[in-house]
């Protein structure tokens, strides 16, 4: 069953009578699945909410103007060091920045920018778990001082949750401006981006009893899809939604970043580093040559996409 109005998305977004389904118990220590147990984001009712604290409260030390500049000049750089030569905007640039700037700013030292994005593909539940993954939370958890605790979980869960998701919105605002250059602002083009375009698709919620959501009656433990994608091209809310208009009125009313009481804590976070790389990007010209999808269960983020810089 899947919820596709605007409307209906926020409402089950909203609801407690809809909850995350939980990941897995954990049969280790210090691995994906612990990982996957030990985080805000599988988590349900007060684990949750202690969980999610631990998150917002990493994240209310770090300063999203100062993240998004060191990104912009570290894209900056491995641009400069690329001359002319065809370049793969996903594994130079969009994946690693964010993720190295991050790391640092949570107080990781050296560079865990490999163990991050060995692991990230792994991190959702419905994806394979592999022994790279395993080593790479391993690392991660060093790495975070060397106590898998909830503490060090919602540090490395940070890295998780950011590293491919704001990759996607990088690529895809790259992919927009290509198809349709633009002079709006970048954070009017990372609005529109994030409506049009969004990396994070969908998610999913489970009745935990009887419950009437939009149309819907759902009967305990069903499952639901929350499609985030679709809700955020409803013409009820956003006027020609199929056309690509950075500037338009209300593009921020966009469902990418979740809603309600889960909604994503890490969205000015994410807004600064794209915007920080995307700033960069656009004072040179790019021609994308090709792009290519990875095929992740609820994300659509390009696993390369290779570009020429003029
Ligand atoms: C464009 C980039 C991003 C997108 C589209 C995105 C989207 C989302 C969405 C939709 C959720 C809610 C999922 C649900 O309700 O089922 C979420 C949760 C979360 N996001 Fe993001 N996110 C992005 C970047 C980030 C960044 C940069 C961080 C951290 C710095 C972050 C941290 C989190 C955390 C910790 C959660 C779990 C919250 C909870 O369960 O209470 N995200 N994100």
């Given at each position: 069953?899947?919820?596709?109005?605007?409307?209906?998305?926020?409402?089950?977004?909203?609801?407690?009578?809809?909850?995350?389904?939980?990941a897995a118990p954990a049969d280790d220590t210090g691995g994906m699945r612990w990982?996957?147990?030990?985080?805000?984001?599988?988590?349900?009712?007060?684990?949750?909410?202690?969980?999610r604290r631990l998150a917002t409260d990493a994240l209310a030390d770090i300063d999203a103007a100062t993240l998004g500049r060191g990104a912009g000049a570290r894209a900056g750089e491995i641009l400069a060091g690329a001359g002319d030569r065809p370049l793969d905007l996903m594994s130079r640039i969009a994946l690693p920045v964010p993720a190295q700037l991050?790391?640092?700013?949570?107080?990781?030292?050296?560079?865990?920018?490999?163990?991050?994005?060995?692991?990230?593909?792994?991190?959702?539940?419905?994806?394979?778990?592999?022994?790279?993954?395993?080593?790479?939370?391993?690392?991660?958890?060093?790495?975070?001082?060397?106590?898998?605790?909830?503490?060090?979980?919602?540090?490395?869960?940070?890295?998780?949750?950011?590293?491919?998701?704001?990759?996607?919105?990088?690529?895809?605002?790259?992919?927009?401006?290509?198809?349709?250059?633009?002079?709006?602002?970048?954070?009017?083009?990372?609005?529109e981006t994030l409506r049009y375009d969004p990396p994070v698709r969908l998610t999913r919620r489970r009745a935990t009893g009887p419950v009437r959501c939009g149309h819907l009656d759902l009967a305990a433990g069903t499952e639901v899809e929350v499609d985030l994608a679709a809700a955020n091209r409803d013409g009820a809310v956003f006027d020609h939604p199929g056309r690509f208009d950075p500037g338009r009125a209300g593009a921020d009313r966009h469902v990418?970043?979740?809603?309600?009481?889960?909604?994503?804590?890490g969205a000015a976070h994410a807004r600064a580093l794209a915007g920080g790389i995307v700033d960069v990007l656009r004072t040179r010209r790019l021609e994308v040559d090709t792009v290519r999808y990875g095929a992740a269960a609820n994300l659509r983020v390009p696993a390369s996409l290779m570009v020429r810089i003029r």
């Open positions: 069953m899947r919820i596709t109005t605007h409307a209906g998305v926020r409402a089950a977004l909203s609801s407690p009578h809809l909850e995350v389904p939980p990982l996957r147990a030990t985080v805000a984001r599988f988590s349900t009712g007060r684990a949750h909410r202690r969980r991050l790391a640092r700013a949570l107080g990781m030292p050296g560079d865990v920018t490999g163990a991050v994005l060995a692991a990230a593909p792994a991190y959702h539940p419905r994806s394979e778990i592999t022994p790279v993954a395993d080593e790479a939370v391993a690392a991660l958890i060093r790495a975070a001082g060397g106590v898998a605790d909830e503490r060090t979980a919602a540090r490395i869960g940070l890295l998780m949750q950011a590293a491919e998701a704001t990759a996607g919105l990088v690529a895809h605002a790259v992919l927009a401006l290509g198809h349709q250059p633009s002079a709006a602002s970048t954070p009017a083009v990372l609005a990418t970043f979740g809603a309600g009481p889960r909604s994503c804590p």
